[in-house]
């Protein structure tokens, strides 16, 4: 069963550098047509799209984030990892990896539990 | 910039029908969207229900159902139950690698 895990500081002051990485196991990130990606949920709202990378390091990102987002993969640990800088509260939230299957299916199908980090000095 | 949306809120009686539906301030959405629909309660990560407009994830039970109703996608809650009650978000795919989530619709059952 694949099996997805976020970690990285609960805590970031305002301007610096949010890093989280995911870690997944149960099966390969070097799969083909399986992108790897990171949504957030700030506290009583909808979720939103962060971006998703390829085991290639190709990468696509959301365009409102994309100046502040940074997206990479390890494929010798099996892991992916968000960087996001200048973050200010708004960028406060739950922030989950996922599976992203891409192609002609489009789909999110494993979800990891979700880590959350506040932007608070 | 194109937004995607949905309702904020829908009520269904229990053993009722709800439709939810996700659409665009500008266009309509088709399959060529691949719409996804997720099912998330509070403190959870979302669960995947349908992608591909009408495909359902493995173990969805078949009171779920996806499709294209006019010019929005629907997800089709048939004989609703207690447990149903979460929010409810659709995802689009915009086309060069981007995604989008709608603002979700928060269902309640009673």
């Known amino acids: 069963q694949l099996q997805l895990q976020e970690s990285g500081p609960g805590l970031v002051r305002p301007s610096e550098t949010l890093s989280l990485t995911c870690t997944v196991s149960?099966?390969?990130?070097?799969?083909?047509?399986?992108?790897w990606g990171w949504i957030r949920q700030p506290p009583g709202q909808g979720l939103e799209w962060i971006g998703s990378?390829?085991?290639?390091?190709?990468?696509y990102c959301n365009p409102s984030l994309k100046s502040r987002v940074t997206l990479s993969v390890d494929t010798s640990k099996n892991q992916f990892s968000l960087r996001l800088i200048s973050v200010t509260a708004a960028d406060t939230g739950v922030y989950y990896c996922a599976r992203h299957v891409g192609g002609g299916i489009q789909k999110f199908d494993y979800w990891g539990q979700g880590t959350l980090v506040t932007v608070s000095s | 910039q194109t937004v995607v949306t949905q309702e904020p809120s829908f009520s269904v009686s229990p053993g009722g029908t709800v439709t939810l539906t996700c659409g665009l301030t500008s266009g309509s959405v088709s399959t060529s969207y691949y719409p996804s629909w997720y099912q998330q309660t509070p403190g959870q990560s979302p669960r995947t229900l349908i992608y591909s407009t009408n495909t359902r994830s493995s173990g969805v039970p078949d009171r779920f159902s996806g499709s294209i109703l006019g010019n929005k996608a629907a997800l089709t809650i048939t004989g609703a139950q207690a447990d149903d009650e979460s929010d409810y978000y659709c995802m689009l795919y915009m086309g060069s690698g981007i995604s989008v989530f709608g603002g979700g619709t928060k269902l309640t059952v009673l």
């Open positions: 149960g099966g390969s990130i070097n799969t083909d047509n399986l992108y």
């Open positions: 990378i390829y085991y290639s390091g190709s990468a």
